[in-house]
């Protein structure tokens, strides 16, 4: 009678033979809106809604976990173009505040709303490429899922 071998619980050659995944271009084509594994399909079905699988390769997109952190790296770029060029400008030019105004708000919510979906998908495609929450295909055991 054979006698079955446990199962891993920790690092293995075995459980090291998993597939490559390029996280910069997963990143890139995250940033496109396109599906981090494939590049084809589109990762999202609305403004800022991730879709459940990709059209073309069916990953299952669910296991995301972008949370907060789009908006948070939106701020921080938008923030880090308006704020020094403001600065440059005030105290080179100091034109009427009125007119400030009138070009960096508009601005800012553009460049925000431009960002958003982007930065959203590229943190999508960080988090398959890094194997993030659900997107390891041979997770750990005891790590329950998110
Ligand atoms: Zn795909």
Redesign the pocket.
């Known amino acids: 009678m054979e006698t079955m071998s446990p199962a891993p619980t920790g690092w293995t050659r075995e459980t090291a033979r998993v597939e490559k995944r390029d996280v910069w271009a997963a990143l890139k084509r995250g940033f496109r809106g396109?599906?981090?594994?494939?590049?084809?399909?589109r990762l999202f079905r609305a403004f800022l809604k991730v879709d459940d699988n990709?059209?073309?390769?069916?990953?299952d997109f669910t296991p995301h976990r972008a949370d907060d952190l789009p908006a948070y790296l939106v701020i921080v770029i938008v923030g880090h173009l308006v704020v020094p060029a403001a600065l440059v400008i005030e105290t080179n030019y100091s034109p009427p505040v009125a007119l400030q105004l009138a070009v960096y708000l508009p601005f800012t919510l553009i460049a925000s709303l431009a960002l958003l979906q982007p930065v959203k998908g590229a943190v999508v495609g960080l988090q398959w490429g890094l194997r993030m929450h659900g997107f390891d295909d041979n997770p750990p055991e005891g790590i329950p899922p998110v």
């Open positions: 396109r599906c981090p594994r494939c590049g084809e399909g990709c059209s073309v390769c069916g990953l």
